[in-house]
């Protein structure tokens, strides 16, 4: 359903990572770009030329940069949240961490509210109210996420459990030979030794 | 006893059936928790009367569809046919022009003034709407996106569902193509519009 959607800046948020761990990256969005282009040389809308193919500039770069507090400490509490808050357009990474446009936006969006005065609590209820709790990284426990944050733990005590019982019974299931048992297993033991090690 | 080494194989096709459904999920699909709540408030300027603002309150009365767009969009290009069908079927659509200059990324608008943001934001959007076509019934344009964060917007297309009251009921994230229309959209349009006399589908 998304496959050609546009994500604000994504492209041009991937050619300008920083450059230690930039040069893959920029080749990722190099083909982005073109599988992009491909996309969009495809669609053929009716009497519909590039969209602006007269006005683009000839300067490359983006919009939206971040722009920290010159607060340390608050803009340190901005980063520590924005680390919290999932970016809804590169989805592993954090506002924080993300280039993406909307990140930055949001960011911003985060120093702004801090700045304000407003409580780390108020600024992920702004968010989840607008983007809904798949910003969080860490969910809250609830009824609904009840199974994910409990669902290790049951699976984890119930192997421990399972092993315990199948030890167990194992254990009590295994009963001295019968004295039938036995001289079988020793003739069985004789022959061996009798024609056996002439690998 | 023998059926015990079944156990494996059912938890094997357990994690079939979850692949099954997982693949098959869309993870950029983010459910919009803005369902069933009103329209956010915002003032945008029009665009074809840039000193005017629109709000949300403006807009009440019939239902509409919100279509967050810009040129620098390829699925937007896409979806622009369907919504002149659309809108020639009696839909009312909003355009609700998200980052015309900003988000486009292949331009630095940091080097812009606001003035010429603007200006040019208005000269693409003309140019646009001239070229494939002007399927809005009220085009408002939202140059910093700061608006779009309202709706949880985190790319174009995003089209919502706004009732006459003023409430969301639904959010399609992507384009519209005439498949989706009509396999699911179709119907939640007519649930919001409908029933209303004089509405859109009946002028048809």
């Known amino acids: ?199 | 006893m023998r059926w015990r080494f079944v156990i494996p194989l059912v938890i094997f096709m357990g994690f079939v059936g979850l692949f099954v459904v997982g693949f098959d999920l869309n993870p950029r699909a983010i459910p919009s928790p803005l369902v069933g709540k009103p329209a956010p408030f915002f003032s945008l300027p029009r665009f074809d009367q840039p000193d005017q603002m629109v709000t949300p309150e403006m807009l009440r009365g019939k239902p509409y569809l919100l279509n967050v767009w810009a040129t620098w969009c390829v699925s937007c290009r896409m979806e622009h046919p369907e919504l002149m069908r659309l809108a020639g079927e009696g839909v009312r659509i909003v355009g609700f022009n998200y980052k015309e200059v900003r988000g486009d990324a292949s331009v630095d608008a940091r080097r812009l003034s606001p003035e010429a943001e603007r200006e040019w934001a208005w000269a693409r959007i003309e140019e646009w709407l001239q070229k494939g076509g002007n399927p809005y019934d009220v085009v408002v344009v939202d140059l910093t996106g700061r608006s779009a964060i309202d709706y949880g917007v985190y790319g174009t297309p995003e089209t919502f569902f706004v009732d006459a009251e003023g409430i969301i009921r639904h959010k399609q994230v992507g384009p519209i193509s005439r498949a989706i229309w009509e396999g699911e959209l179709r119907a939640k349009w007519l649930a919001i519009a409908g029933g209303e006399k004089g509405g859109p589908y009946e002028r048809r």
């Open chain 1, 1 to 199: 359903m998304s496959e050609g959607r546009v994500i604000a800046g994504e492209n041009a948020s991937m050619s300008e990572e920083p450059v230690n761990r930039g040069r893959r990256r920029a080749t990722w969005g190099a083909i982005a770009a073109l599988i992009g282009a491909g996309a969009g040389g495809e669609i053929k809308a009716e009497g519909f030329g590039p969209a602006s193919d007269s006005a683009t500039p000839v300067q490359q770069g983006r919009e939206g940069k971040a722009v920290p507090l010159f607060d340390p400490a608050l803009e340190e509490r901005a980063l520590a949240l924005g680390r919290q808050l999932r970016c809804v357009v590169c989805q592993n990474q954090s506002i924080a961490e993300s280039n993406a446009s909307l990140a930055h936006d949001l960011m911003n969006e985060v120093r702004q509210m801090l700045g304000a005065g407003k409580t780390e609590q108020e600024v992920i209820e702004f968010l989840v109210a607008r983007y809904g709790e798949f910003v969080l990284f860490k969910p809250p426990l609830d009824v609904r996420t009840a199974v994910l944050w409990g669902g290790p733990f049951a699976l984890g005590v119930g192997a421990v459990a399972a092993l315990w019982w199948s030890i167990h019974r194992r254990r009590s299931e295994s009963q001295p030979l019968s004295e039938e048992e036995r001289r079988v297993a020793d003739r069985l033991l004789a022959e061996g030794e009798s024609t056996g090690d002439q690998r």
